[in-house]
């Protein structure tokens, strides 16, 4: 009897009798992916059982999907669609910009990493404020040699004045329609939970409660964080190429030696 060299609990393949390498059915966590599923359920309901392992409540389905709007695109400002318009506009290749989009949006300010951290903190506080008190004054190290030591509290805008509308439009909306403690009680909680942070909540921090709400690891809200960020990305680069850098929409640049004052253009630059 041959045994199959293909390993994983997530996704279970039957070939087809007569071409090994094809596949006849897939069945993701044991549903049946295009014999069943296909038609009746939903993106959100087959990225939860992807991560998850068993299918979404209702509710569940609910909430991932209006997660996955509010992150669709995080705007020009965000450094994550920064970077990916740039790539856009110079020439790279589609999977080169969104790396890059991947890349710089994967980090502890606003990236990823913050949500890595904010669903470890929920792990950790739950619904406690005084744990919340004591975690953000404490900032525990990450505890690995890859990530230095968060220098503010995950979840919040370090370089923020007040909560933005968007943020508090989202809070509401996904605390409305989930059926987990953490949105709810972020929303009682966030004024006082910014007044220990000394900074207003961020969407990372919506997500990360939205996320733990969800039943996500931190690991796995990491990656879901990334993913769901990338349509915005994407639909910046598409829009900036074959455009001039000269049409670049974003701030322009006074360079305090600026070849341009001197009559050089980039042609005539050694």
Known sequence: MSVSPIHTRIWQETPEADNPFATRTARCHGYDVYGAMLGRAGWAEMVYLLFRGEAPQPWQARVMDMLAVALANAGPRDPAVHA?????IGGSTAASSLMAALAVG????????????????????GCDLPAWRERIAARPDNGDDVWPTPEHT???DVHGVS?????????????RDSQGPRLA????HRLLLEEAARSPLAMTGVAAAA???LGFEPAQAEMLFLLLRLPGAAAHVLEQEGNSYKRFPFYPLDLEDDPARRGQTLETLP
Do not use: H, N, Y
């Open 154 to 156: 995950p979840g919040f």
């Open 211 to 213: 996320l733990a709400d």
């Open 163 to 175: 909560t933005p509308l968007i943020v508090q439009q989202a809070l509401d909306a996904l605390a």
């Open 106 to 125: 994967a980090g502890q300010v606003g990236g990823a990493r913050e949500v890595f951290l904010a669903v470890r903190d929920w792990r950790d506080c």
């Open 84 to 88: 990916a318009m740039g790539g856009g």
């Open 185 to 188: 009680w972020l929303q009682s």
